[in-house]
């Protein structure tokens, strides 16, 4: 008795550390700010605020006024299979105020950011392109510069109280973008797409909608790994995912905009 | 009673392995953080601090969305009806070229936020 006991503890703790290691090295990096991390930089600062500027200087060429920018915080062989990019935000073209008072034209990126001290919270954070690529793993930006009239339909959710009022604080980084109680990055600013799109903030409608049209990225891990993740990591959760673990990615996002925003462009940014 | 320890024995090389193979990669990318990190100046400190640190960056307070036509439009709801009409003047004019600052801005990091007035 005693014996099986233990053989049954053993094989216990043999899978749960298999799980955990998933559920630590696979979802850290995702939606943290530069600024709340103690890591220090796998690239130069120069090398850093070349490529940022490269980034901004993309979209100003482009004339964007509202793109969705996205950053690698993860090297590729880390990443789950069909994920690219570990963080997606709004940039945003902006008057922006230096602390010395001076005013620049530039671009100011809207985050929906983890909490480093609470995994399984998020806030929402405005930084700057050098902010928001410092730490990444690799320098690569995807792009997607929706159409002018959708960019001008973003600014005005964008500006409004819709953009703060889309937002749900309880963090999943793998949130299922159908269902409610769960938000992580992606989903969030593929919430804001669909407000801006439907001019709305009835998250019922913009999740009827998302079900209808946006076709979301399987989680491709184990799901047994998967729940002993959720069981043991606060910011992997299955409480919204009621079948197989689906959930928005940059990739996603650019597609379902490929799609049905005529005149979206789709890009990657590497450094020079 | 042998083939309990022997699955016993089986498991905990399984999950000695485990921890093994799958560190490997923490073990490289933290390895390669650390690599960079000397080459950095700022590494002891966080991502950010170490960009304040360069020299290369200004660091700015606020930021306001700006439409075409180069309004700019406040945050949280104050956006004016005028400023709607704008946007959607401007969603049909053909996209162009931005003006764009050459400086990097980056957020005032949060010891220096306390030090201002």
């Known amino acids: 008795m005693v014996a099986k006991i233990f053989s049954g503890f053993i094989l216990a703790f043999c899978l749960l550390s298999h799980s955990l290691i998933w559920a630590a090295s696979g979802s850290n990096g995702f939606s943290v700010s530069s600024s709340a991390t103690k890591e220090s930089l796998q690239y130069s600062p120069e090398q850093i605020v070349r490529f940022a500027k490269k980034v901004e200087t993309v979209m100003a060429k482009k004339g964007a006024y509202v793109a969705i920018l996205a950053r690698k915080g993860r090297p590729a062989s880390e990443m789950p299979q069909g994920m690219v990019y570990t963080h997606t935000a709004f940039a945003v073209y902006s008057t922006i105020t230096t602390k010395d008072g001076r005013q620049l034209p530039g671009y100011a990126i809207y985050n929906l950011y983890q909490r480093a001290d609470q995994p399984d919270v998020s806030d929402l954070v405005t930084d700057f392109p050098p902010d928001f690529f410092a730490g990444v793993a690799e320098l690569e930006a995807g792009l997607i510069l929706p159409s002018p009239k959708l960019q001008q339909r973003l600014l005005a959710t964008i500006t409004s109280p819709t953009y703060g009022a889309l937002h749900d604080s309880h963090y ?17 600013v593929l919430d804001v797409i669909n407000a801006a799109i439907y001019q709305t903030d009835d998250i019922t409608r913009i999740k009827m909608n998302e ?49 049905y925003d005529k005149g979206a462009e789709l890009l990657r940014v590497l450094p020079d | 009673m042998k083939s309990v320890v022997l699955v016993g024995v089986f498991c905990l090389g399984f999950a000695a392995w485990s921890c093994a193979t799958s560190n490997q990669a923490t073990h490289h990318s933290a390895q390669a953080v650390k690599e960079s990190g000397a080459a950095s100046a700022h590494a002891s400190g966080s991502a950010a601090h ?40 401007a969603a049909s004019a053909p996209a162009q070229e931005l003006p764009l600052t050459k400086e990097s801005v980056i957020t005032v990091p949060p010891d220096q936020a306390l030090d201002q007035p």
């Open chain 2, 50 to 89: 170490a960009l304040v640190g360069s020299g290369q960056v200004t660091s700015a307070v606020s930021a306001v969305p700006m439409a075409a036509s180069g309004v700019s439009l406040t945050t949280v709801g104050k956006g004016s009806k005028s400023a709607a009409a704008t946007l959607e003047k």
């Open chain 1, 172 to 188: 999943s980084v793998i949130a299922n973008p159908f269902t409610l109680g769960r938000q992580n990055c992606t989903e969030f």
């Open chain 1, 211 to 259: 079900r209808d049209y946006f076709q979301a990225q399987q989680v491709n891990v184990n799901p047994f790994k998967l729940l002993l993740g959720s069981w043991f990591t606060s910011e992997v959760s299955l409480s919204d995912q009621p079948g197989d673990a689906v959930t928005a990615t940059f990739t996603t996002i650019g597609e379902y905009l490929l799609k």
